[in-house]
């Protein structure tokens, strides 16, 4: 153990040598614990090695060298910050900044420039760009949380199934994954929603059935790996069930890539909701969304191009934010990385 | 006294690529209440094997357990079991200690929860009986300040500390049977004679039946009233601990006690060791496995396989030539017992 465990062990248990009644006298060692004569001291002493680092968990753990991390850290503030924003735009955005959704028909009242009064300019309807773009991060940010988890639960459970029963079911599970991700992913969305039929809650359907089999992949082999520790088979010879072995010895062990790769998913279901939205296929007018306002920007780029600029810019920093976030995570919960 | 556990002609085979490994060929042995057996043999002389197959614990898709075997707990077959019926038994009535303490925790549950977890599920205890029961159990193996140290997570744990804490997770039922995995093999010296004393002592104070399995001869000699042999799968030698010990029959028996280091002979005696290897259990050398390594071995080895035969009263032994009384070897104690 490092010398800071070492510290550690005198700030949380100051007392644990001085209550013991054969410390006095005895030989010590550099940290202070007690060297007892075991050849003696038979029929066994009460171990006395006592070693803690301040009852820190695996997750106390990975926030300690999560916080470190000065990327992850900006890009969890930035996540924050979008979600606060969002969150709270009905209380400032629309008595200040004006309706998402008000269009302005006077003359000149639209494709104005950033000013005082809209802040990111108007559009090709005189609507305020600034509205716009905060409400779009609502519809942004909801698609990628609930897209993303459809996809894990999906991925979750078929990753589980497939990794502790293997056999015929990873055969069957595996296979059913290489088939999903075989078509074009986009194209696959696409032609889902083409059946489904455009709106808002086909789009995250739609990517989050398309996001299971990476996560089933990724959770399987982690599954894979957890399997092979000696505590899985110190749980069977205590008489779990497959129930309590899966859900209670193999997932928590497991499931720590599944958080990094979910977060990075949400990064990727914000692009695609935005590709989609682009392609007339996602979010429909006029409800505002990133993709839709590139979209709509796309004629106009020369005449007016902060209506393009602000949702790039958007969708540029909450990806990467989430992508970043995902980084720090892994680097976090990577138990071989312990300091 | 009712025999607790029987073993007849125990065939574990696995189907592998390369052909058929008989890890285990034709055990046959018999456990008594309160008594300890120990289990003897090189890497791979098929010891765990023997141990897993008797918790049901062999993978289904490779191994297989011979049609004539038998394991008869209390009188009723293991083999013959249900799911249901096995895992009622696993932790239960019959409980097992893995070697390597380090893994054999699980890091994400506290210690304390761990121990309770069997309780939860055989006895139907409440979380909080069970958390009450482990804090005393872990006060019976001899860890200091139980109450606070079920708190603590395993990686919090020395290695010591660790096999005290499965030791305190395989009692916690009160099993009939307890099968210790090489207890000790990954603890130092000092440590592995704790461990010792401390299963000894519950041993008489709980009544419990051990399997003791280990490549240690100097381990077993304290501890066991009866000791098999295991070579290639097959038992070569079967007796009390006194027996195997002082008179053992089976020249790879000799060969073991031989290699054994020991304090109370002069300096000039030398460890001999038994030259060779273990034989591969896919190509078991014919007639008597031994027969390579063997420097007594004749003609008549190559060719005829020695079966266990009964030599004195409850000491057996599968060599051609045990018996000739002449051909017999004096050996003293290998016991590590200090004076």
Not at chain 2, 138 to 147: E, R, S
Not at chain 2, 258 to 273: A, C, F, N
Not at chain 2, 287 to 302: L, T
Request: net charge negative; with cysteine; proline share 6%.
């Amino acid at each position: 153990m490092s010398d800071r465990d070492d510290l550690h062990h005198d700030a949380h248990n100051p007392h644990t040598h001085d209550e013991s009644p054969v410390d006095h006298g005895e030989l010590r060692d550099a940290a202070g614990h007690s060297i007892k004569d075991q050849s003696r001291s038979l029929p066994i002493p009460p171990t006395d090695d006592i070693i803690t680092d301040g009852g820190r968990t695996l997750w106390g753990d990975a926030w300690y060298r999560l916080r470190k991390n000065k990327l992850a850290i900006a890009g969890l503030i930035w996540v924050i910050f979008v979600i606060l924003v969002t969150l709270s735009a009905d209380l400032w955005v629309k008595p200040y900044f004006g309706d998402p959704l008000a269009m302005d028909t006077t003359l000149g009242a639209n494709l104005q420039p950033p000013s005082a009064e809209h802040i990111m300019g108007t559009d090709k309807l005189g609507r305020d760009v600034f509205a716009r773009v905060v409400y779009g991060a609502r519809i942004s940010l909801t698609v990628g949380v609930i897209a993303v988890a459809i996809s894990v639960a999906i991925g979750l459970i078929m990753g589980a199934l497939s990794g502790y029963f293997g056999g015929f079911m990873d055969t069957l599970i595996m296979r059913g994954a290489d088939v999903f991700l075989a078509f074009p992913y986009v194209l696959f969305a696409i032609a889902l929603i083409a059946v489904l039929g455009p709106s808002y809650r086909n789009v995250f359907i739609a990517i989050g059935i398309l996001g299971w089999p990476s996560i089933a992949r990724v959770f399987r082999s982690s599954i894979l790996s957890v399997k092979e520790n000696e505590y899985i088979d110190a749980a069977k010879a205590m008489g779990a069930g497959h129930m309590r072995m899966i859900f209670r010895h193999i997932m928590p062990n497991a499931v720590a890539p599944i958080i990094v790769y979910g977060t990075m998913s949400i990064g990727g279901a914000i692009i695609t909701e935005a590709a989609l939205s682009f392609l007339g296929m996602g979010v429909q007018p006029p409800t505002p969304s990133w993709g839709l306002m590139l979209s709509d920007a796309r004629p106009l780029m020369v005449r007016a191009p902060w209506l393009m600029l602000w949702p790039g810019f958007a969708i540029l920093t909450t990806v990467l934010a989430f992508v970043l976030m995902g980084d720090g995570l892994r680097d976090a919960l990577d138990v071989k990385m312990k300091d | 006294m009712s025999t607790l556990l029987e073993v007849r002609n125990l065939k574990t085979h696995f189907h592998t690529r390369d052909g058929v490994v008989k890890a285990v060929d034709g055990v046959n042995f018999n456990l008594e209440p309160g008594k300890t057996l120990a289990v003897v043999g090189e890497s791979g002389s098929g010891k765990s094997v023997t141990a897993l197959s008797i918790m049901r614990l062999i993978p289904k898709t490779t191994g297989v357990i011979g049609t004539d075997s038998d394991i008869l707990f209390k009188g009723e077959s293991v083999l013959g079991m249900d799911d249901a019926g096995v895992r009622s038994i696993r932790g239960n009535r019959i409980a097992m200690i893995f070697q390597d303490p380090m893994t054999s925790l699980n890091p994400v549950y506290r210690v304390g929860r761990q121990i309770g977890e069997s309780l939860i599920l055989h006895k139907g205890l409440k979380k909080k009986e069970a958390d009450e029961r482990a804090v005393e159990l872990l006060d019976m193996v001899g860890i200091p300040h139980a109450g606070e140290r079920a708190k603590d997570y395993p990686h919090q744990f020395s290695g010591g500390m660790r096999q005290r804490a499965m030791i305190a997770m395989a009692l916690a039922c009160d099993p009939d049977i307890l099968i210790a995995d090489e207890p000790t093999t990954a603890l130092d010296v000092t440590i592995q004679a704790q461990i010792l004393e401390l299963m000894i002592e519950l041993q008489e104070r709980t009544g419990t039946a051990i399997i003791m399995i280990t490549h240690d001869l100097g381990v077993v000699a304290d501890m066991a009233n009866e000791v098999m042999v295991m070579y290639a799968g097959k038992q070569i030698e079967y007796g009390t601990a006194e027996d195997v010990f002082y008179r053992p029959l089976h020249p790879y028996t000799w060969g073991l006690l031989e290699s054994l280091p020991r304090h109370d002979v002069s300096e000039k005696g030398i460890l001999l060791p038994i030259t060779g290897q273990p034989p591969s259990l896919i190509n078991v050398p014919s007639g008597c496995a031994f027969h390579p390594r063997c420097p007594y071995a004749k003609d008549v080895c190559h060719t005829q396989v020695p079966q266990l035969t009964s030599i004195e009263d409850g000491h057996s032994s599968a060599c051609l030539f045990s018996g000739d009384p002449g051909f017999r070897r004096e050996t003293a104690s290998p016991s590590r017992e200090v004076v």
